[in-house]
C-alpha cells in the first residue's frame, strides 16, 4: 500500500504504520486521517496481519494534534479534521493495535495512543493533553478512555493542568503498558507485538470488542455477535436444519438443535 503522509510495511505477522510528516510533528491533517482509516480498513480484509504497529517517523515526534490547513472554511462537515476516522477504524479493527510512543505525544497525539489497545514507550517520550491551554478540547475519546487508564482525578489533572508527563511517570499512572531505552523501541516493540501475535486471533477479536462494547453500545456488541459469533453458527447442524426447512418449506427437526 502506497500513501502520502503515512507509510506501510508488514514485517511477518506484524504491520508497521508510520506517522510520516516528521517536519510538522506527525500532525494529522485532513488526508492523514483519511490514509490511516483506509489503511486499517486494508487490513482488515486480509490474513496475514496478526497484529498492528502505529508509530511515528522520526525520534522526536509521536504526534502533536491535529492541523486544519487546507480545509473548507465551513461549520459543517468538511470543515471539521475527521480524527474520529482513526480512532474509530482503530477501535473497531478486529486486530490488535500498539501505540509504540517515539516522542512527543501530546493533544490528539496523546488520545490516539489511549485509543490503541497497548502502549509502549521509550524513555524520553512525552505524554500532555494541551487542549484547554489552545481552547480546544476533546469531550469524548479523550475523556472517556483516558478516565478508564488514569481514575477520574488524574484524567480531569492532564485536561485541566496540562502538565507533562514523562514515560515512567505515564506507566505509573497506568497511561501506558511498558518503557523502553531509546533506542531500543522499535526492537523491544516487535518483541511485544510478536507475543502478541501468537495468541489465538479469533480470541483476541473477541476480548477486543468486548472491551468496546462498555462504551461503544450496540456497535461493540454487534462486533462480538455477528463478527464473531455469527459466521460459525452458520457452519452448526442447527443452523443448517432451520436452512434447510426454510428452503424445503417444511417444519425444522428439533431434534438438531443443541448439538
Request: contains cysteine; hydrophobic residues 40%.
Amino acid at each position: 500500500m502506497s500513501f502520502e503522509t503515512i507509510l506501510y510495511e508488514e514485517d511477518g505477522p506484524i504491520g508497521w504504520i508510520t506517522l510520516n510528516r516528521p517536519d510538522a510533528g506527525n500532525m494529522f491533517n485532513v488526508t492523514m486521517c483519511h490514509e490511516l482509516r483506509d489503511c486499517m480498513n486494508a487490513i482488515r480484509r486480509e490474513t496475514r496481519t496478526r497484529v498492528v504497529v502505529l508509530t511515528g517517523a522520526g525520534d522526536r515526534f509521536f504526534c502533536i494534534g491535529g492541523e486544519k490547513t487546507g480545509m473548507e472554511e465551513t461549520l459543517l462537515y468538511p470543515g471539521v479534521l475527521p480524527t474520529l476516522e482513526i480512532y474509530e477504524s482503530i477501535e473497531r479493527l478486529q486486530k490488535p493495535v500498539i501505540a509504540s510512543v517515539n516522542g512527543y505525544a501530546v493533544g490528539g497525539g496523546n488520545v490516539l495512543q489511549v485509543v490503541c489497545d497497548l502502549t509502549i514507550a521509550k524513555e524520553s517520550a512525552v505524554f500532555r493533553q494541551v487542549g484547554p491551554m489552545m481552547g480546544s478540547f476533546d469531550a469524548g475519546y479523550g475523556t472517556w478512555k483516558l478516565e478508564d487508564l488514569v481514575g477520574s482525578k488524574r484524567a480531569k489533572e492532564m485536561w485541566m493542568l496540562n502538565d507533562r508527563l514523562s514515560a515512567a511517570e505515564a506507566m505509573a499512572r497506568g497511561l501506558i503498558n511498558r518503557v523502553a531505552p531509546d533506542g531500543q523501541l522499535r526492537e523491544a516493540t516487535r518483541e511485544m507485538a510478536l507475543a502478541v501475535a501468537e495468541r489465538g486471533p479469533f480470541a483476541l477479536a473477541a476480548i477486543k470488542h468486548a472491551f468496546l462494547a462498555r462504551h461503544g453500545g450496540v456497535a461493540g456488541l454487534s462486533r462480538v455477535t455477528h463478527d464473531l459469533l455469527l459466521r460459525p453458527f452458520l457452519e452448526t447442524q442447527e443452523s443448517k436444519e432451520l436452512g434447510a426447512s426454510f428452503r424445503e418449506k417444511r417444519k425444522p427437526d428439533p431434534s438438531t438443535f443443541g448439538h
